[in-house]
């Protein structure tokens, strides 16, 4: 079985789906949307997709399934990527909430602000200012959150890694430098040594 995936080659979320089909060795095919020209919001894309986003995964006689987290843990189900343990598989999905709430909305946000859409701080102005105090906020979460741990769930590593490495080991293109955060440089490192692991914008 081939999965088909839909897929914006810069967005964290995106990359979340390919390290994990990467790491597991499952075969897929790319299909590159440009999310900035309207791309995810053609008639033939929202038929597949009505919220309109990416990443999409086609997945061979079932259909289309969307949202970075619930294609990653149906990907993954079953592997050592999910912890067997009960308290620590709800620690991984703990982990996979902050993501989308504390630390996607403000980190991702503002790369995706500056790198992609190149605005300025100027244009920007004061939603810059707030996401940026939000973003540090969140990572100074993570970077409590990993004291003292190699990993974030389980004592391995998994999902929950994979989730917030995607947009934090980018978050200097946003503006959040890491070197206050030892905890978050080293795991990072730590992500990136993982077998399988490929850079953000690998196809």
Known sequence: ????????????????????????????????????????RTEAFLAKNPNGRIPLLEVPGRGYLSESHAIIEFLAEGSALVPREAFERARMRQW????????EPNVGTVRYWLASLKKSPAELGEKLIEKRREGFAALGVLERGLAGQAFLAGGSYSLADIALYAYTHVAPEGGFALDAYPAIRAWCERVAAQPGHVPITSR
């Open 1 to 40: 079985m081939i999965y088909r995936l839909y897929d914006y080659l810069p967005s964290g979320n995106g990359y979340k789906v390919r390290l994990t089909l990467r790491q597991l060795g499952l075969p897929y095919e790319l299909i590159e949307v440009d999310i900035k020209t309207g791309e995810s």
């Open 96 to 103: 996979l909430c902050f993501e989308q709430y504390n630390l």
